[in-house]
């Protein structure tokens, strides 16, 4: 199994600045995913993180405000990118197993944009 | 596109009850997930059911899969507290992608 640790755990950031996700996975995994987790709601994807080249978006999420990078197997970043508090979220990094089906999650980061 | 629906949305029952989750996918799959997340906390594992058919129990938790009817369900026997949680069920999308279904709040009461 994959173990997926993300930072920072949490961040309380001003409207108008950025922060960076980073996800750390502990093998090699062929995909890897960034989910958006709105207060009391299900899990919405944002991107498909690729490696060595850009991201694959979902509908309603672009690159602009949501860079991903991927520079190997194991590693992910997500930034938001000019906050506002429409973002405040708890954002999750995913991974599929190369071996099998199984997809694990990181913890998640919570967000908060005042 | 793919969608993905729970029912129900929220469940109140008593301990030593049985009751049943159910998860619908519009579009054809093989697999569906099953996890559960506790309050703050990130998702975890139950289930990957990979084909037509497919059974997995873990205690009191048991899903199946019935890919022509497109649908999933995850059955509770003889509930406890410590099974208070969220339960989301998720299939793949094109590419691989999980899509989630809105996910299902389950309070056990003693």
């Known amino acids: 199994s994959a173990v997926i640790s993300q930072k920072p755990s949490r961040d309380i950031c001003q409207r108008g600045t950025s922060l960076t996700i980073q996800c750390q996975v502990d093998?090699?995994?062929?995909?890897m995913f960034w989910y958006r987790q709105q207060p009391g709601q299900s899990l919405t994807l944002i991107a498909t993180?690729?490696?060595?080249?850009?991201?694959?978006?979902e509908s309603g999420f672009v690159i602009d405000k949501f860079p991903i990078s991927r520079p190997n197997l194991t590693f992910s970043t997500l930034t938001v990118s000019n906050m506002s508090p429409e973002d405040s979220s708890i954002y999750l990094c995913?991974?599929?197993?190369?071996?099998?089906?199984?997809?694990?999650f990181g913890p998640g980061t919570r967000l908060t944009v005042t | 596109e793919l969608k993905v629906e729970q029912n129900p949305l929220f469940l109140s029952m008593q301990e030593g009850k049985n009751y049943t989750i159910y998860c619908n996918y519009s579009?054809?799959?093989?697999?569906l997930y099953w996890y559960r997340q506790d309050p703050g906390k990130s998702l975890e594992s139950l289930f990957v059911?990979?084909?037509?058919?497919a059974v997995k129990q873990e205690g009191r938790l048991m899903a199946s899969l019935d890919t022509k009817a497109r649908l999933s369900t995850l059955h509770i026997t003889a509930a406890v507290h410590d099974l208070s949680a969220t339960y989301f069920c998720?299939?793949?999308?094109?590419?691989?992608?999980?899509?989630f279904g809105q996910g299902t709040t389950l309070q056990v009461k003693p």
């Open positions: 995913s991974a599929r197993d190369r071996d099998s089906y199984e997809q694990y």
């Open positions: 998720a299939a793949p999308g094109n590419t691989g992608k999980l899509i």
């Open positions: 059911l990979l084909s037509n058919g």
């Open positions: 993180a690729n490696q060595g080249s850009e991201a694959t978006y």
């Open positions: 093998s090699q995994v062929t995909m």
């Open positions: 579009t054809t799959s093989d697999r």
